[in-house]
């Protein structure tokens, strides 16, 4: 299939870390969908090519890209050879990968080597990946940079059990904001997703052994979700299009909770 001309990205080039899981499968899809090129960036180089293998657009147009966001120096070098490879920054990086590998638990039983990698997953790899790409966009005199995190809706609103996770995404949401402050005078938005429950296979494996949270969510009232299901992945990636493109030119430094309409 020919590459899009009409897209809303079209002509850019955008990068997403966590490209292999379901939520950036799917932003990558919508990426490419609208026309960007993309480079799909996952420490699991064979979900990675699997990614590679859906998007739309010439083919040669788009990379995988074997990265470990922790490693400052992994990152680095992932944005130089990304930049020489298409003589230019990616103008839109998602730095998604993160996630609870480790599971989740309550404070007193939680290990400090969970508690430790989780924050690091989640926050240290959003930073490092967002400091790389800032100082990219900035060397390659990119002006309309668009550097998009993710977060979760736990993130402003607690849940027991979940402390090293709600941490983590509560500081990107922050850091996603102080960034706005800093690099948007740059020509560069930050923005933050917080995405509510979604049809991902964490969340399925999550309901499977918690059958009651599926049933809590969904009830119609109380504290259920109001449109009464989850979220689709394309539903998130849909936001985040918006982010990437003009039509959120004057937005940066915001927090968009997709979560249908669960507080």
């Not at 990675?48 to 922790?70: C, I, M």
Request: with cysteine.
């Amino acid at each position: 299939m020919a590459e899009s001309k009409e897209g809303r990205l079209a002509g850019r080039l955008a990068l997403v870390t966590g490209g292999g899981g379901a939520i950036g499968r799917a932003v990558c899809r919508a990426f490419a969908r609208e026309g960007a090129k993309v480079v799909v960036a996952d420490i699991n180089s064979s979900a990675a090519k699997e990614t590679l293998s859906v998007l739309q657009g010439d083919p040669t147009s788009h990379r995988e890209y074997e990265v470990d966001v922790l490693s400052s120096e992994a990152v680095q070098e992932m944005f130089k050879v990304v930049c020489s490879e298409y003589k230019t920054a990616p103008s839109i990086v998602a730095p998604i990968a993160g996630g609870t590998p480790l599971g989740v638990g309550n404070i007193l039983d939680m290990s400090e080597k969970s508690f430790s990698f989780t924050i690091d997953l989640n926050l240290k790899g959003t930073f490092l990946t967002m400091q790389a790409a800032a100082r990219a966009m900035i060397d390659n005199k990119v002006n309309n940079g668009s550097i998009i995190t993710i977060a979760s809706r736990i993130a402003e609103t607690p849940r027991a059990g979940w402390s090293s996770y709600i941490a983590a995404k509560a500081a990107v949401q922050q850091l996603t904001k102080v960034a706005a402050l800093e690099l948007t005078a740059r020509g560069i938005r930050c923005n933050v997703v917080l995405p509510g429950p979604a049809n991902t296979p964490f969340m399925d494996k999550y309901v499977g052994a918690q059958g009651s949270l599926q049933n809590h969510y969904t009830a119609a009232g109380g504290s259920g979700i109001p449109l009464g299901r989850f979220a689709e992945v394309d539903e998130i990636a849909n936001v985040f299009t918006f982010l990437a493109s003009d039509e959120s030119s004057y937005v940066s430094g915001a927090s968009i909770k997709v979560t249908g309409g669960l507080q």
